[in-house]
């Protein structure tokens, strides 16, 4: 198994013990950049809306550790969110 396919259907930010999505949780799927294919937890975004986008943290981005890749809904109330780029 590559590391590509380990990454699939995890949860951005979950525990490595219990990877997995949750019952009862609502997830959108990370289209892209280095965080490609992982599911972000968006539970509760309805109500305070993604704005712009997330910067979401991550150290196999293009600023290594300490940087951070921003994904936007591909959709208002989408459930996959685009790569947008890097950033410090």
């Given at each position: ?25 609502s997830y959108?799927?990370?289209a892209g ?14 109500e305070t ?40």
């Amino acid at each position: 198994m590559d590391e590509l396919e380990f990454m699939r259907g995890r949860v951005y930010g979950a525990d490595h013990d219990d990877p997995g999505p949750r019952a009862g949780r609502s997830y959108a799927e990370l289209a892209g950049g280095p965080l490609d294919g992982l599911l972000l937890d968006v539970t509760g975004s309805e109500e305070t809306g993604p704005g712009e986008g997330v910067r979401l943290r991550t150290e196999i981005g293009r600023y290594g550790a300490g940087g951070r890749s921003v994904y936007v809904p591909r959709q208002p109330g989408g459930k996959v969110y685009d790569w947008w780029g890097d950033v410090p």
